[in-house]
């Protein structure tokens, strides 16, 4: 068995108590790792580490320039090791060998975007409307980050917390989700090489109770960053009650894909295919909530199903497996029970619902897809997290806007429209904070990602994110000889 420890002020440490879990290979249900789980102790040790490196330790001295030429190590180092890195998160979240590898050499960019920023982050003159004063502002960083991430593309999720807050200075406490840790353990090795002073990212797991916890409310965050489920960020939003710790809230969606009758019907499936079905559904993006034009809406339904008929299923670390398992047991439970439940409201189940036919082992569902009469049925209002599609028609396009916003999400959106006016008015009604027209799923370090309404607020990626870590100083001088009046003395 694999076993892993902490990473706290540059050294490997086992949770304080001694107390550990243990983490399973989803595909095959074996357990393999071994990880301590922290105690509030630990979590105080790590965020003590973290502000010292802060205020007492080189980093909060090095310039912008140092401090972007180690995160340039880092990502040259994540870029070299990026196979072993996706084959580690791949036994432990049973995702694609193909995708944590291919996600994980493109984490580097999300680095080397980042240290390129380190030092671009500038002040500004104010055209004050004082006489004899000279003010400016400067940005700095905001503090400790806790940086708080679910399992299902952990290396990814944390490089686009990590990345804007070293560029602008701040130090991280990482907890890696209790499910499919040990990607983040590798990680930390990898950080180690890479020379950063101790305590400026240190890395811990444990469970929300008392780690989590513990992490965000702690008198000495300064910052939290999140991607989770809604329930879980309406307890943060509670824990930052106690610090007040700026918050950055990356949740689920319900995201709609529109397929107008004008759209090229390969690429609008294509879409419909790697919204739903990439990455087993589990993705914060999913476009699973399908809306397709009357005209066009039996012919691609009927070759969506055709496609997920043809999608293989199997061991995640074969090159020709396009759908591994689901990351954990209760995962599965849920989507059975709510496939069930949409049935029994009236939805019609076109594919799948069941486990794949010769798995016995592993947490495989297949994709499967349900044509729905209306929104108000279990898979249309909830997030599944995994390869559930439901579909539903309408007519014009007023209708279709309409339905696609009528949800509490607003993370992702898909259009598939082959007109151009129709896909500048579409998109401007849409509420959401990513818009995919003619493609759909596509990232990148450059382009801002978050949500409206219950899929969170700030943004991770691009310049919005870098400005999301820091903080604005106005410093106001006396430009005059005189000494500051009296200011009981109207002039
Ligand atoms: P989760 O909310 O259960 O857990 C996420 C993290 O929060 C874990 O590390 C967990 O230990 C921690 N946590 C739990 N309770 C806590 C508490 N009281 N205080 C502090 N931390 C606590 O989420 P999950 O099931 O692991 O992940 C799936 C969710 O993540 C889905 O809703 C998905 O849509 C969302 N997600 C969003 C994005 C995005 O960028 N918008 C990306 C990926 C996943």
């Given at each position: 068995?694999?076993?892993?420890?902490?990473?706290?002020?540059?050294?490997?440490?086992?949770?304080?108590?001694?107390?550990?879990?243990?983490?399973?290979?989803?595909?095959?249900?074996?357990?393999?790792?071994?990880?301590?789980?922290?105690?509030?102790?630990?979590?105080?040790?790590?965020?003590?580490?973290a502000?010292?490196?802060?205020?007492?330790?080189?980093?909060?001295?090095?310039?912008?320039?140092?401090?972007?030429?180690?995160?340039?190590?880092?990502?040259?180092?994540?870029?070299?090791?990026?196979?072993?890195?996706?084959?580690?998160e791949?036994?432990?979240?049973?995702?694609?060998?193909?995708?944590?590898?291919?996600q994980?050499?493109?984490?580097?960019d999300?680095?080397?975007?980042?240290?390129?920023?380190?030092?671009?982050?500038?002040?500004?003159t104010?055209p004050?409307?004082?006489?004899?004063?000279?003010?400016?502002?400067?940005?700095?960083?905001?503090?400790?980050?806790?940086?708080?991430?679910p399992?299902?593309?952990?290396?990814?999720?944390?490089?686009t917390?990590?990345?804007?807050?070293?560029?602008?200075?701040?130090?991280?406490?990482?907890?890696?989700?209790?499910?499919?840790?040990?990607?983040?353990?590798e990680?930390?090795?990898?950080?180690?090489?890479?020379?950063?002073?101790?305590?400026?990212?240190?890395?811990?797991?444990?469970?929300?109770?008392?780690?989590?916890?513990?992490?965000?409310?702690?008198?000495?965050v300064?910052?939290?960053?999140f991607?989770?489920?809604?329930?879980?960020?309406?307890r943060?939003?509670?824990?930052?009650?106690?610090?007040y710790?700026?918050?950055s809230?990356?949740?689920?969606?319900?995201s709609?894909?529109?397929?107008?009758?004008?759209?090229?019907?390969?690429?609008?499936?294509?879409?419909?295919?790697?919204?739903?079905?990439?990455a087993s559904?589990?993705?914060?993006?999913?476009?699973?909530?399908?809306?397709?034009?009357?005209?066009?809406?039996?012919?691609?339904?009927?070759k969506?199903?055709?496609?997920?008929?043809?999608i293989?299923?199997?061991?995640?670390?074969?090159?020709?497996?396009?759908?591994?398992?689901l990351?954990?047991?209760?995962?599965?439970?849920?989507?059975?029970?709510?496939?069930?439940?949409?049935?029994?409201?009236?939805?019609?189940?076109?594919?799948?619902?069941?486990?794949?036919?010769?798995?016995?082992?592993?947490?495989?569902?297949?994709p499967?897809?349900?044509?729905?009469?209306?929104?108000?049925?279990e898979?249309?209002?909830?997030?599944?997290?995994?390869p559930?599609?439901?579909?539903m028609?309408?007519?014009?396009e007023?209708e279709g806007?309409a339905?696609?916003?009528n949800?509490?999400?607003?993370?992702?959106?898909?259009?598939?429209?082959?007109?151009?006016?129709?896909?500048?008015?579409?998109?401007?009604k849409?509420?959401?904070?990513?818009?995919w027209?003619?493609?759909?799923?596509?990232?990148?370090p450059?382009?801002?990602?978050?949500?409206?309404g219950?899929?969170?607020?700030?943004?991770?990626?691009?310049?919005?994110?870098l400005m999301?870590?820091?903080?604005?100083k106005t410093?106001?001088?006396?430009t005059?000889?005189?000494?500051?009046?009296?200011?009981?003395?109207?002039?």
């Open positions: 068995m694999q076993k892993y420890q902490h990473y706290i002020n540059g050294e490997w440490s086992d949770a304080s108590d001694g107390g550990t879990f243990q983490t399973l290979n989803p595909a095959s249900e074996e357990i393999w790792a071994e990880v301590p789980a922290a105690t509030e102790d630990d979590v105080n040790r790590a965020v003590a580490a502000n010292a490196a802060l205020f007492d330790g080189p980093w909060g001295t090095m310039t912008a320039t140092q401090r972007g030429k180690i995160m340039r190590k880092l990502a040259e180092l994540v870029a070299a090791k990026a196979g072993d890195l996706g084959e580690v791949t036994r432990d979240s049973g995702k694609l060998l193909k995708e944590t590898q291919g994980t050499g493109y984490v580097a999300y680095y080397n975007y980042f240290a390129g920023l380190a030092d671009k982050i500038e002040g500004a104010l004050i409307d004082k006489p004899d004063m000279h003010v400016f502002t400067t940005r700095g960083p905001i503090g400790v980050v806790a940086a708080v991430v399992w299902n593309a952990q290396m990814f999720l944390t490089a917390k990590l990345g804007p807050a070293l560029a602008a200075g701040n130090t991280v406490v990482l907890k890696a989700s209790e499910d499919a840790p040990t990607p983040m353990f990680f930390a090795k990898i950080v180690d090489e890479a020379g950063f002073p101790p305590g400026v990212i240190n890395v811990i797991t444990g469970f929300g109770e008392p780690c989590g916890r513990a992490l965000t409310s702690h008198a000495d300064h910052r939290v960053a991607t989770g489920g809604p329930e879980t960020a309406s943060i939003i509670a824990n930052t009650a106690h610090n710790a700026v918050t809230l990356e949740l689920g969606g319900k709609p894909i529109l397929v107008f009758d004008d759209a090229d019907i390969e690429g609008a499936v294509n879409g419909i295919i790697a919204g739903n079905f990439g559904g589990q993705s914060c993006v999913a476009g699973s909530r399908v809306f397709i034009q009357d005209g066009i809406y039996d012919q691609v339904l009927a969506v199903v055709e496609r997920a008929g043809q293989i299923i199997g061991d995640p670390m074969e090159e020709a497996t396009q759908m591994g398992p990351a954990t047991k209760a995962q599965v439970d849920r989507i059975v029970a709510a496939v069930a439940k949409t049935t029994d409201q009236g939805g019609e189940l076109c594919h799948g619902g069941k486990r794949p036919d010769g798995f016995e082992k592993g947490y495989y569902y297949e499967t897809i349900l044509a729905c009469p209306h929104q108000d049925v898979t249309v209002q909830n997030e599944m997290f995994g559930v599609l439901s579909a028609k309408f007519s014009e007023e806007i339905m696609a916003n949800t509490k999400f607003g993370l992702g959106a898909g259009l598939f429209t082959e007109k151009l006016a129709r896909a500048h008015r579409v998109s401007s849409i509420r959401a904070g990513i818009l027209i003619n493609t759909y799923r596509a990232v990148s450059i382009a801002p990602f978050g949500g409206f219950h899929s969170g607020y700030g943004r991770e990626a691009g310049i919005d994110a999301d870590y820091t903080r604005t410093v106001w001088i006396n005059s000889d005189q000494p500051m009046a009296n200011p009981f003395v109207m002039r």
